[in-house]
Protein backbone atom coordinates (compact mmCIF):
# COMPACT_ATOMS: atom_id res chain seq x y z
CA UNK A 1 0.00 0.00 0.00
CA UNK A 2 1.16 3.45 -0.88
CA UNK A 3 2.10 6.34 2.06
CA UNK A 4 -1.07 8.22 0.60
CA UNK A 5 -3.34 5.28 0.74
CA UNK A 6 -1.67 3.70 3.94
CA UNK A 7 -2.43 7.06 5.98
CA UNK A 8 -6.37 7.78 4.47
CA UNK A 9 -6.69 3.88 5.64
CA UNK A 10 -5.74 4.49 8.95
CA UNK A 11 -7.33 8.26 9.04
CA UNK A 12 -9.97 5.86 8.03
CA UNK A 13 -10.25 3.46 10.70
CA UNK A 14 -8.89 5.26 14.47
CA UNK A 15 -12.35 6.61 14.37
CA UNK A 16 -14.03 3.74 14.56
CA UNK A 17 -11.44 2.43 16.53
CA UNK A 18 -11.18 4.83 19.39
CA UNK A 19 -15.51 4.50 19.57
CA UNK A 20 -14.80 0.85 20.56
CA UNK A 21 -12.03 1.49 23.27
CA UNK A 22 -14.63 3.91 24.48
CA UNK A 23 -17.28 0.94 24.50
CA UNK A 24 -15.22 -1.02 26.28
CA UNK A 25 -14.01 0.59 28.83
CA UNK A 26 -16.90 0.39 31.31
CA UNK A 27 -16.79 -3.20 30.93
CA UNK A 28 -13.09 -2.64 32.16
CA UNK A 29 -14.06 -0.76 34.86
CA UNK A 30 -16.89 -3.03 35.85
CA UNK A 31 -13.95 -6.36 35.89
CA UNK A 32 -11.43 -4.27 38.35
CA UNK A 33 -12.10 -6.16 41.91
CA UNK A 34 -14.24 -3.61 44.38
CA UNK A 35 -11.38 -5.10 46.84
CA UNK A 36 -7.61 -6.15 47.56
CA UNK A 37 -6.55 -9.01 48.56
CA UNK A 38 -2.52 -10.22 49.67
CA UNK A 39 -1.59 -13.22 51.29
CA UNK A 40 1.45 -14.92 52.47
CA UNK A 41 1.85 -18.59 53.17
CA UNK A 42 -0.72 -21.50 51.53
CA UNK A 43 -3.87 -20.02 50.99
CA UNK A 44 -5.74 -23.15 50.32
CA UNK A 45 -8.88 -23.56 53.14
CA UNK A 46 -7.59 -25.15 56.32
CA UNK A 47 -10.92 -27.36 58.21
CA UNK A 48 -10.04 -27.66 62.19
CA UNK A 49 -12.38 -28.02 64.72
CA UNK A 50 -14.27 -25.10 66.47
CA UNK A 51 -12.78 -24.25 69.55
CA UNK A 52 -14.70 -25.00 72.46
CA UNK A 53 -15.29 -21.42 73.88
CA UNK A 54 -15.35 -18.54 72.28
CA UNK A 55 -11.87 -16.11 71.90
CA UNK A 56 -11.59 -12.19 71.86
CA UNK A 57 -9.19 -9.72 71.36
CA UNK A 58 -9.25 -6.61 72.41
CA UNK A 59 -6.63 -4.13 71.66
CA UNK A 60 -6.13 -0.33 72.71
CA UNK A 61 -3.98 0.78 69.10
CA UNK A 62 -0.77 2.24 68.79
CA UNK A 63 2.21 -0.60 69.06
CA UNK A 64 0.85 -4.29 68.13
CA UNK A 65 1.06 -7.00 71.22
CA UNK A 66 3.00 -9.90 70.37
CA UNK A 67 1.65 -11.88 72.97
CA UNK A 68 -2.22 -10.95 71.52
CA UNK A 69 -1.59 -12.30 68.03
CA UNK A 70 0.06 -15.41 69.74
CA UNK A 71 -2.40 -16.29 71.68
CA UNK A 72 -5.13 -16.07 69.33
CA UNK A 73 -3.01 -18.21 67.05
CA UNK A 74 -2.84 -21.18 69.72
CA UNK A 75 -6.38 -20.50 70.63
CA UNK A 76 -7.42 -21.02 66.91
CA UNK A 77 -5.10 -23.68 66.17
CA UNK A 78 -3.58 -22.91 62.82
CA UNK A 79 -5.21 -22.49 59.84
CA UNK A 80 -5.78 -19.25 57.71
CA UNK A 81 -5.68 -16.35 59.51
CA UNK A 82 -7.60 -13.27 58.01
CA UNK A 83 -7.01 -9.43 58.55
CA UNK A 84 -9.85 -7.03 57.81
CA UNK A 85 -9.66 -3.50 57.08
CA UNK A 86 -11.24 -0.86 54.58
CA UNK A 87 -7.90 1.00 54.08
CA UNK A 88 -4.18 0.37 54.49
CA UNK A 89 -1.42 -1.93 53.63
CA UNK A 90 -0.80 -5.56 54.17
CA UNK A 91 1.73 -4.96 56.65
CA UNK A 92 0.70 -7.60 59.02
CA UNK A 93 1.02 -10.59 56.80
CA UNK A 94 4.43 -10.71 57.24
CA UNK A 95 4.13 -9.60 61.11
CA UNK A 96 1.59 -12.12 61.95
CA UNK A 97 2.87 -14.97 59.77
CA UNK A 98 6.51 -14.96 61.37
CA UNK A 99 5.29 -15.90 64.28
CA UNK A 100 4.56 -19.13 63.10
CA UNK A 101 1.79 -21.94 63.72
CA UNK A 102 -0.78 -20.40 60.95
CA UNK A 103 -0.57 -21.45 56.91
CA UNK A 104 -1.83 -17.93 55.89
CA UNK A 105 -2.23 -14.60 57.05
CA UNK A 106 -4.34 -12.86 53.98
CA UNK A 107 -5.27 -9.31 54.26
CA UNK A 108 -8.36 -8.27 52.58
CA UNK A 109 -9.31 -4.36 52.00
CA UNK A 110 -12.59 -3.95 51.79
CA UNK A 111 -13.09 -0.14 50.82
CA UNK A 112 -17.01 -0.42 49.61
CA UNK A 113 -20.49 -1.92 50.20
CA UNK A 114 -19.77 -3.47 46.80
CA UNK A 115 -16.68 -5.13 48.15
CA UNK A 116 -18.49 -6.28 51.32
CA UNK A 117 -20.79 -8.01 48.94
CA UNK A 118 -17.90 -9.38 46.97
CA UNK A 119 -18.63 -13.80 47.12
CA UNK A 120 -14.45 -14.22 47.45
CA UNK A 121 -14.23 -11.82 50.63
CA UNK A 122 -16.84 -13.54 51.95
CA UNK A 123 -15.62 -16.88 51.23
CA UNK A 124 -12.44 -15.81 52.72
CA UNK A 125 -13.66 -14.66 55.75
CA UNK A 126 -15.79 -17.67 56.03
CA UNK A 127 -12.67 -20.02 56.19
CA UNK A 128 -11.21 -17.79 58.57
CA UNK A 129 -9.22 -19.69 61.52
CA UNK A 130 -9.16 -16.39 63.22
CA UNK A 131 -10.14 -12.79 61.96
CA UNK A 132 -8.49 -9.34 62.75
CA UNK A 133 -10.20 -5.91 62.69
CA UNK A 134 -7.46 -3.49 61.65
CA UNK A 135 -7.27 0.41 62.53
CA UNK A 136 -8.34 2.97 60.49
CA UNK A 137 -11.66 5.17 60.73
CA UNK A 138 -14.29 3.35 61.85
CA UNK A 139 -17.02 5.36 59.95
CA UNK A 140 -16.31 3.16 56.96
CA UNK A 141 -16.90 0.41 58.74
CA UNK A 142 -20.19 1.30 59.62
CA UNK A 143 -20.86 2.71 55.99
CA UNK A 144 -18.92 -0.06 54.34
CA UNK A 145 -19.64 -2.96 56.53
CA UNK A 146 -23.12 -2.80 58.78
CA UNK A 147 -25.96 -4.61 57.24
CA UNK A 148 -23.54 -6.66 54.88
CA UNK A 149 -22.37 -10.04 54.21
CA UNK A 150 -19.58 -9.33 55.91
CA UNK A 151 -21.29 -8.63 59.09
CA UNK A 152 -23.29 -11.51 58.60
CA UNK A 153 -19.85 -13.69 58.07
CA UNK A 154 -18.56 -12.08 61.28
CA UNK A 155 -21.06 -13.08 63.68
CA UNK A 156 -21.30 -16.55 62.05
CA UNK A 157 -17.48 -17.10 62.70
CA UNK A 158 -17.98 -15.86 66.38
CA UNK A 159 -20.67 -18.52 66.59
CA UNK A 160 -18.17 -21.10 65.89
CA UNK A 161 -15.88 -19.84 68.92
CA UNK A 162 -13.37 -18.75 66.02
CA UNK A 163 -10.97 -15.80 67.25
CA UNK A 164 -11.74 -12.50 66.66
CA UNK A 165 -9.63 -9.03 67.66
CA UNK A 166 -9.57 -5.55 66.90
CA UNK A 167 -7.65 -2.66 67.17
CA UNK A 168 -7.96 1.18 67.86
CA UNK A 169 -10.96 1.58 64.92
CA UNK A 170 -11.06 -2.34 64.93
CA UNK A 171 -12.21 -2.94 68.76
CA UNK A 172 -14.01 0.67 68.45
CA UNK A 173 -16.99 -1.42 66.45
CA UNK A 174 -16.91 -4.91 68.65
CA UNK A 175 -18.99 -3.46 71.25
CA UNK A 176 -22.77 -3.86 70.85
CA UNK A 177 -22.66 0.08 71.27
CA UNK A 178 -20.08 2.09 68.82
CA UNK A 179 -18.77 5.54 68.70
CA UNK A 180 -18.95 5.81 64.55
CA UNK A 181 -17.13 8.68 64.06
CA UNK A 182 -19.75 9.34 61.07
CA UNK A 183 -19.14 13.25 61.92
CA UNK A 184 -15.59 13.14 62.34
CA UNK A 185 -14.03 12.44 65.81
CA UNK A 186 -14.39 13.65 69.49
CA UNK A 187 -12.22 15.03 72.48
CA UNK A 188 -13.47 14.45 75.92
CA UNK A 189 -13.83 18.20 77.00
CA UNK A 190 -15.61 18.72 74.18
CA UNK A 191 -18.37 15.55 74.72
CA UNK A 192 -18.00 17.24 78.29
CA UNK A 193 -19.13 20.03 77.60
CA UNK A 194 -21.90 19.34 74.99
CA UNK A 195 -23.12 15.70 75.02
CA UNK A 196 -24.87 16.41 72.20
CA UNK A 197 -22.30 17.83 70.19
CA UNK A 198 -23.06 17.03 66.36
CA UNK A 199 -19.76 14.77 66.80
CA UNK A 200 -21.15 12.54 69.37
CA UNK A 201 -22.96 9.89 66.39
CA UNK A 202 -23.29 6.56 68.42
CA UNK A 203 -24.65 3.48 67.11
CA UNK A 204 -25.63 -0.14 67.67
CA UNK A 205 -24.93 -3.55 66.37
CA UNK A 206 -22.47 -2.99 64.02
CA UNK A 207 -21.24 -6.16 65.14
CA UNK A 208 -22.65 -9.05 67.54
CA UNK A 209 -20.10 -10.53 69.52
CA UNK A 210 -20.20 -12.91 72.50
CA UNK A 211 -19.93 -11.30 75.40
CA UNK A 212 -19.92 -7.41 74.55
CA UNK A 213 -23.27 -7.39 74.35
CA UNK A 214 -24.47 -3.99 76.37
CA UNK A 215 -21.46 -2.28 76.32
CA UNK A 216 -19.24 0.18 74.44
CA UNK A 217 -15.53 0.35 73.93
CA UNK A 218 -12.81 3.02 73.15
CA UNK A 219 -9.33 2.68 72.53
CA UNK A 220 -5.89 4.62 72.77
CA UNK A 221 -6.99 5.59 76.35
CA UNK A 222 -4.48 6.72 78.31
CA UNK A 223 -2.63 8.95 75.41
CA UNK A 224 -5.91 10.69 74.27
CA UNK A 225 -6.99 11.01 77.23
CA UNK A 226 -11.08 9.34 76.62
CA UNK A 227 -11.84 8.64 79.78
CA UNK A 228 -14.25 11.51 79.73
CA UNK A 229 -15.79 10.88 75.83
CA UNK A 230 -16.38 7.05 77.11
CA UNK A 231 -18.36 8.68 80.32
CA UNK A 232 -20.42 10.77 77.57
CA UNK A 233 -21.02 8.01 75.50
CA UNK A 234 -22.25 6.50 78.52
CA UNK A 235 -24.59 8.90 79.47
CA UNK A 236 -26.01 9.73 76.30
CA UNK A 237 -27.02 6.01 75.75
CA UNK A 238 -28.84 5.67 79.14
CA UNK A 239 -30.45 9.17 78.17
CA UNK A 240 -31.57 8.29 74.93
CA UNK A 241 -33.52 5.04 75.97
CA UNK A 242 -31.12 2.98 74.43
CA UNK A 243 -30.68 0.54 77.66
CA UNK A 244 -31.43 0.92 81.25
CA UNK A 245 -27.51 0.69 82.34
CA UNK A 246 -24.47 0.32 79.95
CA UNK A 247 -20.62 -1.03 80.72
CA UNK A 248 -18.00 0.46 79.34
CA UNK A 249 -14.26 -0.72 78.19
CA UNK A 250 -11.27 1.59 78.02
CA UNK A 251 -7.73 0.36 76.90
CA UNK A 252 -4.74 1.80 76.48
CA UNK A 253 -2.63 2.02 73.60
CA UNK A 254 0.32 -1.10 73.63
CA UNK A 255 -2.62 -3.09 75.72
CA UNK A 256 -4.84 -5.87 74.82
CA UNK A 257 -7.20 -7.67 76.81
CA UNK A 258 -7.87 -11.42 76.15
CA UNK A 259 -11.35 -12.54 76.97
CA UNK A 260 -11.31 -16.34 76.63
CA UNK A 261 -15.38 -18.01 77.76
CA UNK A 262 -15.91 -14.43 79.17
CA UNK A 263 -12.92 -13.43 81.51
CA UNK A 264 -10.19 -10.97 80.46
CA UNK A 265 -6.99 -10.66 80.75
CA UNK A 266 -4.50 -8.03 80.48
CA UNK A 267 -1.28 -8.34 78.22
CA UNK A 268 0.72 -5.04 77.13
CA UNK A 269 2.55 -1.58 78.67
CA UNK A 270 -0.64 -0.16 79.49
CA UNK A 271 -4.09 -0.64 81.30
CA UNK A 272 -7.95 -1.13 80.88
CA UNK A 273 -10.52 0.29 82.30
CA UNK A 274 -13.88 -0.73 83.03
CA UNK A 275 -16.59 1.38 83.85
CA UNK A 276 -20.34 0.81 84.97
CA UNK A 277 -23.73 2.91 84.94
CA UNK A 278 -25.83 4.05 87.81
CA UNK A 279 -29.08 5.14 87.19
CA UNK A 280 -29.66 8.37 84.63
CA UNK A 281 -27.23 11.40 84.32
CA UNK A 282 -27.96 14.62 86.66
CA UNK A 283 -27.83 16.58 83.35
CA UNK A 284 -27.53 15.38 79.70
CA UNK A 285 -29.12 17.80 77.45
CA UNK A 286 -27.57 19.72 74.36
CA UNK A 287 -25.19 22.20 74.34
CA UNK A 288 -25.07 22.08 78.18
CA UNK A 289 -21.78 20.64 80.20
CA UNK A 290 -22.65 16.86 81.44
CA UNK A 291 -23.25 15.79 85.09
CA UNK A 292 -23.16 12.58 85.54
CA UNK A 293 -21.90 11.46 89.36
CA UNK A 294 -20.29 8.24 90.68
CA UNK A 295 -19.34 6.13 87.46
CA UNK A 296 -18.19 2.86 88.74
CA UNK A 297 -14.83 2.32 87.82
CA UNK A 298 -12.22 -0.83 88.08
CA UNK A 299 -8.51 -0.30 86.80
CA UNK A 300 -6.95 -3.41 85.20
CA UNK A 301 -2.96 -3.15 85.35
CA UNK A 302 -1.57 -5.70 86.46
CA UNK A 303 -2.01 -9.85 86.27
CA UNK A 304 -5.69 -10.37 87.11
CA UNK A 305 -8.44 -10.83 85.73
CA UNK A 306 -12.30 -9.59 85.12
CA UNK A 307 -15.32 -11.46 84.31
CA UNK A 308 -17.29 -9.54 81.20
CA UNK A 309 -20.15 -12.14 82.37
CA UNK A 310 -20.89 -11.03 85.44
CA UNK A 311 -19.09 -7.46 85.41
CA UNK A 312 -16.80 -8.03 88.45
CA UNK A 313 -13.27 -8.92 89.46
CA UNK A 314 -12.76 -11.43 92.38
CA UNK A 315 -8.99 -11.96 92.76
CA UNK A 316 -8.26 -8.50 93.59
CA UNK A 317 -6.74 -8.16 90.23
CA UNK A 318 -8.32 -4.45 89.39
CA UNK A 319 -8.33 -1.03 91.39
CA UNK A 320 -12.02 0.08 92.16
CA UNK A 321 -13.00 4.24 92.42
CA UNK A 322 -16.12 6.19 91.22
CA UNK A 323 -15.49 8.50 88.19
CA UNK A 324 -18.09 11.73 88.30
CA UNK A 325 -18.48 14.57 85.71
CA UNK A 326 -19.62 17.45 87.03
CA UNK A 327 -20.58 20.18 85.46
CA UNK A 328 -18.13 18.61 82.70
CA UNK A 329 -15.07 18.32 84.79
CA UNK A 330 -13.94 15.07 86.08
CA UNK A 331 -12.87 13.78 89.10
CA UNK A 332 -12.45 10.66 90.71
CA UNK A 333 -12.42 9.03 94.61
CA UNK A 334 -8.63 8.28 94.40
CA UNK A 335 -6.43 9.64 96.07
CA UNK A 336 -5.80 13.56 94.65
CA UNK A 337 -8.93 12.70 92.34
CA UNK A 338 -7.17 11.31 89.78
CA UNK A 339 -9.26 10.09 86.77
CA UNK A 340 -6.67 6.87 85.23
Not at 224 to 238: H, N, P, Q, S
Not at 306 to 316: E, H, I
Amino acid sequence: MRLASRSRFLASIIPALAMLAALALPGAAQAAKPYQYAVVGDPTDVVLAHPAAPSLVLMGGGPDVDAAFQWMIRRAGGGNFVVIRASGTDAYNPYVFAMGGVSSVETIVIPSRAAANDPFVIARIQGAEALFIAGGDQSDYVKYWQGTPVQAAIEALASKNTPIGGTSAGLSVMGKYAFTALNGSITSAQALANPYDRAVTLGRDVLRLPDLGGLITDQHFDTRDRMGRLLTFMARIVNDGWAGSVHGIGVDVETALLVADGSATRVGTGAAYFLSTVGLPQVCRPKTALTYRNISTERLAGGGSFDLRNWASYDGGTTKYAVSAVGGVLSSTQPGGAIY
